[in-house]
């Protein structure tokens, strides 16, 4: 197997021109916030992050005043009045999301972990500081919010106060968080973003910090933390998602980050009983892993090696991948 191969997914972090807008009275976050039966901090920081999606969805309604209560037209009418390819494609992910968002509201469904109340895992994982990574750029597939078997959902959840969510194909004007994204995505002078991908010019941490190192001073970076991309989706949308937003290194983009021989090594030495394979099946083994595993993967090459701090945090992290699969099996039933 080639060694650039290893799983991941996606990432996302998602914040909207709201406070340009009235909130609706019967929004997803108000309705779970009277029902819900977690009243943690943890509730409040990772709530944010669905709640920003629908600020992010109110936004776009909003732009192209467009009533979701709208029986007089279809929503293929509305897009077809919508000239701009862009546009229609921004405002046919809006309608997606919203019945997504509509759909977890209408079942009472927890907003942090996305599960039925009665498998909600949100008492079960704590809010954790990821060493040495700034912060987590969830650029995430659109279909993938909202879904029970997406560990989107967990990264967010385990690493609140570092994530940003990113909803593919909606722009800046209605995402805050895709402003920022475009930003760092393209502009990588001082070296300090790497995007989890196995394309074929990735590398490891261990060989871009040498290779950062050989550098001259002044082009050496400033920091010893790093912003970290991650793409959440099947492996099709990754690769589409990839193609579309991640700007090449010669034209200022991200360094490609791939796990080490050891990772990939340990990866094919399990099978699908490892928690963090995804719970969905794929042809192609490695491609099973979920993004959240991919990222405990990269911590165990970018840390130091038998550190108590980096064991118990993979270790935390490996009991909440099964903690999740656990709640998600209970709730769909056996794997398909
Ligand atoms: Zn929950």
Redesign the pocket.
Known sequence: MNSAAFGFSLIRNIQCYSRQLPRSSNSLLQQTHCKAS?SSTQ?KDSDCFLSQVESTVESIFHHYQIATNDTNRSRNEILHGISETKNRQEVSIAFNVHTRLQALRKNN???????Q?K?????L?SAQKLPMINKIYILIHHKEIGLKVDTAKLIL?TFPDQCQLVVAGIGPIHQKSMMEFQTIVQNNNNNQCLILFPDDDAQTIHEITAQQQQQPQQQQRKTNGWDLIVIDGTWAQARKLYSKYIPTIDNGGPQRVQLSEQAVSALSNTNTTNPGYQLRRHVITWRQISTFEAIRLFLLDLLPQNDTDTTVLAEQMQSYQIITNQAVKRELGPLR
């Open positions: 977690l509730e469904d927890c907003p942090r972990c996305w599960m109340r498998h909600c895992t949100c008492s994982v959840q």
